[in-house]
């Protein structure tokens, strides 16, 4: 009995050896950028979910070979790539990875961007803020960039005022809210 956990023992250790290693080979794979970025990414003939390995590849190439920052991150999404890709074919471009590397050149020059840029920082600052009346008047700033209207943040502050939303954060009550408004619809079918 002593042989074989020692035999088991020795299995699995050098199975986990090899195992680990095969991961560090697959993390550590050099980009050649200047060659990779010429080619098609997988995400344009293939459809895939956002667990798809050759999309994450696809991701993490322009990670590498694009220096995207966190602002530029929140583009990263199968379904957002996709459509960035076909405007700028249709606009007479390769559907290549330096396509889309260029596209975020371009656009973090533009006004579109550093608003685009402030509202997200905006969101992740005070997403996870809990409700807070007494801030209110700062906090509003994020919804008022969500296009609501003074009716609309009105209405929010008497919903976020409500006890049973003291200790949620704002996106737990904006999603709770949400589902409010969509439960009093009348064109629901």
Not at 9 to 27: D, E, M, P, Q, R
Not at 63 to 84: H, W
Not at 130 to 158: C, H, I, S, Y
Request: hydrophobic share 40%.
């Amino acid at each position: 009995m002593a042989k074989l956990n020692r035999f088991l023992y020795k299995y699995v250790l050098l199975l986990s050896v090899f195992i680990l290693n095969g991961f560090s080979a697959i993390a550590q794979e050099a980009i050649d950028c200047e060659k990779t970025l010429d080619q098609e990414p997988y995400f344009v003939r293939h459809k895939s979910g956002a667990k798809d390995q050759a999309l994450q590849r696809d991701i993490e190439i322009l990670k590498r070979c694009g220096n995207f920052n966190p602002v530029d991150s929140a583009f990263l999404k199968g379904n957002m790539l996709g459509m960035l890709m076909l405007q700028e074919v249709r606009a007479g471009k390769p559907a290549t990875y330096r396509t889309l590397v260029e596209f975020f050149q371009n656009f973090r020059k533009t006004a579109e961007y550093k608003d685009f840029s402030y509202g997200l920082a905006l969101y992740r600052k005070i997403g996870d803020k809990k409700v807070n009346l007494a801030d209110w008047p700062a906090d509003q700033e994020l919804f008022v960039r969500m296009g609501f209207t003074v009716n609309d943040l009105e209405d929010f502050k008497d919903f976020i005022s409500r006890p049973e939303h003291a200790e949620m954060s704002y996106l737990q009550v904006f999603s709770k809210y949400m589902n409010e408004i969509e439960g009093m619809r009348v064109d629901k079918d």
